[in-house]
């Protein structure tokens, strides 16, 4: 397999279209446009899953991460599968790299060209990026972070420590050899590991502003078994109220 430089340019097409497409920030188009309010302006101002959960809602928050989750992961199944249909053809579109993608979108989320620059922390983005990766992977990405949370009961500090492990973690041999690590395929060896790492250092710059909170003892807090006790109460409070009317 030769290597041709114009590889470089198409992974670099792929890193900026999928940018334009991470560039997207449904969390300000709907507080804008269904809300009449503009998340920038409420809480901490940054328009992530987070802040728009506590701004908006349990709902309104779940949408926005979905989005912002999803946009990353299929950006880079679709690339992915691109790939493997033109590598039938030339087997130097191995050099095609279906990860770049779901980086592109993630850098996109975090500096968006059409909100000025200000855009989320990156975090479910990179969670999409994630589960592309290999979904036992994902799926320690998640329980590293509701434990964090958990004991720290801060999302700041579970993001961060949670994509950096995660993405070290990812250097184990074995999620490159197995069945679900299908999108390793054809890839030069590590290469993808190297672009979660790129994500996670990310990660953990876009919450300096947040290392400063926890320092002072500012930072926010949540604490789950709280609200999901006063979730469970209120449905029986709305329940019990019909049951009187």
């Known amino acids: 397999m030769k290597f041709d430089f114009s590889y470089i340019w198409i992974n670099l097409i792929i890193f900026l279209c999928a940018y334009l497409i991470g560039s997207i920030n449904l969390s300000i188009i709907l507080s804008k446009y269904k809300n009449k309010d503009d998340i920038r302006t409420k809480g ?19 949408i926005v991460f979905l989005f912002d989750f999803l946009k990353s ?17 030339d087997s130097n579109f191995n050099y095609v790299l279906p990860l770049i993608a779901g980086l592109g979108v993630m850098f996109g989320h975090i500096f968006p060209v059409y909100f000025k620059f200000k855009g989320g922390k990156g975090v479910a983005s990179f969670f999409g990026i994630l589960l592309a990766f290999d979904f036992v992977l994902f799926l320690i990405g ?36 197995w069945p679900l690590g299908f999108i390793h395929l054809n890839t030069p060896f590590y290469v993808d590991s190297v672009m979660l790492v790129i994500g996670s250092a990310t990660i953990m710059l876009t919450h300096i502003p947040n290392y400063f909170k926890i320092s002072d003892g500012h930072e926010s807090k949540v604490n789950l078994i709280k609200y999901f006790k006063n979730k469970k109460n209120e449905k029986i409070v709305s329940s019990n109220h019909k049951e009187i009317n």
């Open 73 to 89: 992961y299929i950006s880079i199944i679709i690339v992915f599968l691109f790939k493997q249909f033109l590598t039938i053809y």
């Open 44 to 62: 901490s101002g940054n328009p992530g899953s987070t802040n728009a959960f506590r701004n908006f809602g349990a709902k309104f928050g779940i």
């Open 142 to 177: 998640v329980i590293l972070f509701f434990t964090i949370l958990l004991i720290g009961k801060m999302v700041s500090l579970s993001s961060v420590i949670s994509t950096n492990l995660t993405s070290l973690i990812s250097f184990i041999p074995f999620f490159y050899f």
